[in-house]
């Protein structure tokens, strides 16, 4: 079965730092640009970054630049977002997606055709 699985999340003070984990399953991770993406109640989900698979190379909104990290370790088959400074605007629920790559040194954090999704994990800041 495929799987992609999110963990990490929790409650954290603003200014804190929380690491979010997604471990796939189920498919040829290394051949999937992994991308994280956001939804907070009420509002629609949104793409936070992503990470190509051949060179690593990863994109960010402008929102959370210079804040957030994105990177994967292959041999793991799992993907990490590195969340520092967090605001309590960064609270939502994070999920993680995976989309085959038909270029190893770009990625897409659209959301669009996306081939696999995990369920989320609920990251909450407080003020």
């Known amino acids: 079965e495929v799987q992609l699985v999110e963990s990490g999340g929790g409650l954290v003070q603003a200014g804190g730092s929380l690491r979010l984990s997604c471990v796939a399953s189920?498919?040829?991770?290394?051949?999937?640009?992994i991308a994280w993406f956001r939804q907070a109640p009420g509002k629609e989900r949104e793409g936070v970054g992503c990470v190509s698979t051949l060179d690593d190379k990863t994109y960010y909104t402008e929102s959370v630049k210079g804040r957030f990290t994105i990177s994967r370790d292959n041999a793991e088959n799992t993907a990490y977002l590195q969340m520092d400074s967090l605001k309590p605007e960064d609270s939502a629920v994070y999920s993680c997606?995976?989309?085959?790559?038909?270029?190893?040194?770009?990625?897409?954090?659209?959301?669009?055709?996306?081939?696999?999704w995990g369920k989320g994990t609920l990251v909450t800041v407080s003020s």
């Open positions: 189920g498919f040829t991770f290394k051949y999937y640009q």
């Open positions: 997606a995976a989309d085959f790559a038909h270029s190893s040194r770009w990625c897409d954090y659209s959301g669009h055709d996306m081939d696999y």
